[in-house]
């Protein structure tokens, strides 16, 4: 039985877990951070879960302890796109830095590689843009010029998406290729930092982008939703990014509070 939710609602989504005694979903990073986060989650029967999937947008890992430990089940990153919807992602008995910490291994037929700017492979490690093939891959885009450059000659999809893979062959996502800073001629990736300010008591969401600098080229500006009854400043930030041993140039040297972050329908940051 599948059961279905019109309109993203929270204290709807966990009455529905718990009368229908729903044992999987799969969902966006906002949607999973909503159940968690909900001030009446103690108060819903979830012990129906069995897994929750988290993807469709960045999927910090401190979200997925959280959801272990508050959901009472297993909860695993997975990843996927329009063009490939189903490419990885973990068992639940997967060890929890695993599921957590990665996004998962290909499933079934589904392939994926790491490769330079010159398409060669990279050995586990290193980090490059990903590509992909499959069953599910898509045969290509509608117009014909947004197909220019978008598969290599032996029919590998290249995403955009900067990615490494460990030795035991489970993928980790290091956000979009062109979502870098680029200071003073190091490209440093985002979700490094966004990932360690979720981390944080008082970031409820962040969203990290580069700003134009007449010295270094760009830096980091971190836009930040902060939880009720809290206001972090960037002093009280830089010090606990420190203190996760961030190098110094990853640092960002603006931040901005805001009510809410820009997103799209299925839970992306639109930067």
């Not at 998406?161 to 001629?185: P, Q, S």
């Not at 490209?187 to 982008?209: G, K, Q, Y």
């Not at 500006?221 to 990014?241: D, I, K, M, S, Y």
């Amino acid at each position: 039985r599948v059961v279905l939710q019109d309109i993203w609602d929270p204290t709807v989504a966990l009455r529905l877990i718990e009368s229908q005694r729903c044992t999987f979903t799969l969902a966006a990073t906002p949607f999973l951070h909503g159940i968690v986060h909900h001030p009446e989650l103690a108060s819903f029967d979830v012990s129906s879960l069995r897994l929750f999937g988290c993807g469709g947008a960045d999927v910090p890992p401190a979200l997925i302890r959280q959801a272990e430990r508050w959901l009472g089940c297993p909860a695993t990153r997975v990843y996927g796109s329009t063009e490939l919807p189903t490419l990885s992602t973990s068992p639940p008995d997967a060890p929890v830095d695993k599921r957590a910490g990665t996004d998962g291994r290909a499933i079934a037929a589904a392939e994926f590689r790491i490769v330079d700017d010159d398409d060669a492979q990279l050995p586990a490690g290193e980090v490059g843009e990903l590509l992909v093939r499959g069953p599910e891959l898509f045969p290509g885009y509608l117009r014909d010029s947004d197909n220019d450059g978008a598969f290599t000659p032996d029919g590998w999809f290249r995403t955009g998406d900067l990615g490494v893979v460990d030795d035991d062959g489970y993928i980790c996502i290091h956000g979009r290729k062109k979502d870098i800073v680029l200071r003073g001629g190091e490209n440093i990736s985002v979700t490094e930092v966004e990932n360690l300010l979720f981390e944080h008591p008082a970031v409820r969401d962040v969203a990290i982008v580069a700003m134009p600098d007449p010295v270094m080229v760009e830096r980091a500006c971190a836009f930040v939703v902060a939880e009720p009854g809290t206001a972090p400043g960037l002093a009280e930030l830089t010090e606990f990014l420190r203190g996760k041993q961030l190098a110094a140039q990853k640092l960002p040297e603006r931040l901005e509070l805001v009510a809410e972050l820009p997103k799209t329908a299925s839970g992306k940051i639109q930067k």
